[in-house]
Each structure stands twice: as C-alpha cells, then as structure tokens.
C-alpha cells in the first residue's frame, strides 16, 4: 500500500521582517510539499507564531520539511504535530455510562443490593441478559492482526488502532457498542476456543483481518458453537455491498441478474463470500479464476481445499484455462485482486455494455479513466471515482439489525435482505455513476437493519424470550415488571423486610 498523504503543522516562530515568511514558503515549496493552511495564532512586536499545515507525501517528507524550515534564518520551529497520530491520541473509543450514579439511591439501584435481584432473573433465565445488560447491544470485534489492510501480518497489538476505526464506525453509523479484542493465536482451534470462552457477554462477532485460509475455518467453527451472530466483514461485507451494487447495475444495463455471466477474479476471503452470495441469490454461471487461470476441479495448480471445495460449486460451462476463457462473452467482471491485473483488450472481449467492479485498493485492478468508452458500468473501492464499494456501507445495518432482533445467527437470506436494502436506497437516481450510494448516506443503516431483523424473525433465528421477537408493548411490560422487582429488592435492603 503507498504512502497515504498527510497533513503535518509545524508551530514556527517568525521575525516580523520583510521576506522572511516568503521565505518559509518558498522553502516548502521547493521540496514538492503544498502549504494547505497557515493560522496566526500569536504576535509580539518582532514576531509572529504561526502554525503551518504542510501535506506531505510520507514521514522522510515531513522530516525534510522540517530540516528546511531549521535552517532558514529568522525561523524558529518549536513543534510539529502529525495530523494521523493526532487523530489516534489516547485512542479513538471510550466507555459511557447511561445513567449517572448521583447518590445513594442511584448506587443502589445499579450496585448491591439493587443488582442481586437482576443477576437472579438472568440466572434463572439467561435470555433476560438481552433486556437488562449490554449484551443486547455489545459486539466483539476479534483478530489475531494476521492480515491487516496491506500491511500483513502485523501481529494483534498493531492492529488496534484499526479495530479501533472499525469500533467508531458500528457506533458512528449503527449506534452499536463495539469493543476491539486481541486474540495473540495463531492456531485456529485454539483461537475458537479462546473466543468461545470470552463470548457470553456479546450480542455478536465481528472477525476482522485474520488472513486465509485461517478466517474460513474459524468462522465455520464459531458458528457451529455458539449461539450467536459470528460475521467476517472481509468476507460478507464485500460481498454484500457488491451484491447490492450488482443489483442496481444489472438495472441501469437492462439484465436479469440470474441470468448474469459472472467472472471473479481473486479466491481469497472476499472472493470467496462474493462468490456464495452471488449463488444464494440466484446467479448460476459464476466463473472464479486466480494467478492460475480458471479455478476447477481439474486443475492441478494452487487448488487448496477451500478452492477445490468452490470450484465444485461454480463454473456451470465448465470452462477451462485462463481468464481470457472466462471473460470472453462474460457480463459482469468483479476483481477482488491485485493492481492493473484486468487488460483493456480483455475487456473488448465481454459482452455488450459489460460490468466492471474493480476493487483492489489503491490501485485496481482496470483504472475508469481507461475503461471509460469501454464498460457500462465502473465500480472500484476508491473514494475519488463514482460507485465506492464500501464495507460501511453493510457492517453497522446488519449489525443493528442483528442486535435488534436479538438474532442467533447470520444466514445468506439476510445478508441479500441487506443488499437489497442498500440498493434500494438508490430509487429513482439510478444511473450509470450511481448504482450504489455513498458511504456517508445516513439513510442505509435503518433500511438495512429493519431488512436484516425481519429477515431474522421470519426464518426464527431469534432468541425466545430475549425481546428481539416481542411487540413493542410486551417488551415494555417486561421491562416494568423487571424495574418493579428492583426496587422491591432495594426497599426489603432499606427496611429489613
């Protein structure tokens, strides 16, 4: 992955002389940096404290920046803040509590002897933890840092600051409480059981950057023991945002989307989910292909058993070698790969006004400017260029709705329950540039979460007596009985009775 651009200030002290602040932006200049912003924040009679704000390309860039502004002759630099360390200082996430604890009464309410009574409901039934804990709302983001962004394997206490991000956004967009857990194992069955230990108090699973084909077993394992949602964002919530963007693109070209000749380019994890829920919807001819060419059955190269297991499913016309078979005639191209890895002249090759989702980051795999004149529609991952396959887009609805239904477990009904409400968020809009909407569009997580939750409680994925599947008017029932039965308990503490 490049270096991503960023804003340093540098806190200067400058003579108030003629030419001197000239001088400091020529200097930046001259080493290719961009001044984006320059505040006063002080003057005495024969100087001025300034803080500059420099986009620079990596931190050797600030470093020069800096070196160059020392030696400038009535300039004094004082400090230099990086924008990205800023950002993450002490941390991006906190714990909040709901109810403040203002005296005695309110103590004893939400301490002893008030919450004894509460700890006795939820161990006669352990479903009532949904209505009177965290647990309703709390999701685990788990990983072991084995495959985080472009950086790799990078180890669990490294990739904080990322669950860190992801923490921000079920809360930001979901309103859902999420909380990062570092899981230091690298042996898959030792990582379930060390999440299986840990689960009781989550309302679901976020796995998140554990690298392939490790991230395949334990979530197929973690589903099977526990009772709870277990999702793999890299996975599902590519391929749900995708499926979405498919739907509205088949529109805009006049397809049927069961009727799609599909070709996925990249069998890694999110490969492989687009792959399964492009099936569960209802699209038979999918061709996946690799750096080998065509993945089926035959083929002696670089088929492990997750690839042996899919190319079984997929590849109706049985199609062999390489991906020029594949995307010849093909209507829709969908790379989950590597950069520059999809050539114009296969393109030509596609089927009239084809569809191109183009989604490695930074650099994917066919650039629009191009494909333009060549593809009817152009997705990529990248926030510059129309139709953003996004993960935001996905995560926090369907963990909402999830939460909401108090769901035992996540199946490929819902997540195209949730596709379809994402890309029903388009309307009337749709066009080519706009099959999908942005990532920031705060109308996706309802639409999503009331599709994901009712997909939940019509196939009975809910948990009796939880309140995921009860009115409005006997949840709140029961929580009035439940507040009746503390403050029973804290009168008989208090009055000895």
């Known amino acids: 992955m490049p270096p991503l651009p960023q804003r340093i200030t540098y806190r200067v002290a400058v003579d108030r002389a003629p030419g001197v602040f000239a001088a400091v932006v020529t200097a930046i200049d001259e080493l290719g940096a961009e001044l984006v ?23 050797v860039h ?73 647990k309703s709302n709390a999701v685990a983001i788990i990983t072991d840092g084995s495959a985080v962004l472009g950086l790799g394997d990078i180890g ?67 589903r099977q023991r526990l009772d709870i949602p277990v999702f793999h964002d890299d996975q599902h919530g590519t391929a749900v945002c995708v499926l979405a963007a498919l739907m509205n693109a088949t529109k805009v070209t006049g397809r ?40 089926e059955p035959r083929r002696r190269a670089g088929l492990d058993p997750v690839r042996f297991r899919l190319a079984r499913q997929v590849n109706p016309r049985e199609l062999t070698g390489g991906k020029e078979v594949a995307l010849a005639g093909a209507d829709v191209f969908i790379g989950v790969s590597g950069p520059e890895s999809l050539p114009i002249e296969l393109v030509r090759t596609m089927a009239d006004d084809p569809i191109v989702f183009a989604l490695a980051n930074p650099v ?19 926030s ?66 009331d599709a994901v939750a009712r997909t939940a409680r019509e196939q009975g994925h809910v948990r009796p007596g939880s309140g995921g599947s009860l009115s409005t008017e006997r949840q709140a029932a029961e929580q009035d009985a439940a507040q009746r039965a503390v403050q029973r308990a804290v009168t008989r503490r208090f009055h000895g009775n």
């Open 156 to 222: 669990p206490l490294a990739s904080l600051p990322v669950m860190e991000g992801k923490a921000m956004l079920l809360k930001s967009f979901g309103d859902v409480d999420a909380y990062p857990v570092l899981v230091d194992e690298q042996d898959p069955d030792a990582f379930v059981d060390t999440v299986v230990r840990i689960a009781g108090g989550f309302g679901g699973i976020n796995l998140e950057d554990i690298s392939a084909p490790r991230c395949f077993e334990i979530e197929g394992k973690l």
């Open 384 to 449: 510059d260029f129309p139709n953003q396959i996004n993960n935001v887009l996905a995560f926090p609805g369907i963990f909402r709705g999830l939460l909401d239904a108090a769901a035992t477990a996540v199946t490929d009904e819902m997540k195209v329950a949730a596709a379809e409400g994402i890309a029903s968020i388009v309307g009337e809009d749709l066009a080519h540039d706009y099959v999908v909407p942005s990532p920031f569009d705060r109308s996706v997580v309802p639409v999503v979460a």
């Open 256 to 295: 049927e989307l069961a009727g799609l000749k599909v070709v996925v380019q990249g069998v890694g994890a999110a490969g492989v989910a687009i792959v399964q829920l492009l099936r569960a919807a209802g699209i038979e001819d999918i061709v996946p292909v690799d750096i080998d060419g065509i993945v």
């Open 62 to 134: 600030a470093d020069e920046i800096a070196a160059a502004l020392v030696e400038l002759a009535s300039v004094e630099l004082l400090a230099i803040t990086d924008e990205v360390l800023a950002a993450h200082h002490h941390g991006k996430i906190r714990v909040e509590v709901t109810r403040q604890v203002d005296g005695p009464r309110d103590l004893s309410l939400v301490y002893p002897p008030g919450v004894a009574n509460v700890c006795r409901i939820i161990a006669d039934d352990p479903a009532a933890a949904y209505r009177l804990t965290i």
């Open 37 to 59: 912003g320059t505040d006063t924040t002080s003057q005495q009679r024969h100087v001025a404290f300034r803080d500059l704000t420099v986009e620079v390309r990596d931190a």
């Open 364 to 382: 994917p795999e066919l650039h629009p400017d191009l494909a333009a004149g060549h593809v009817a529609v152009m997705a990529t991952g990248r």
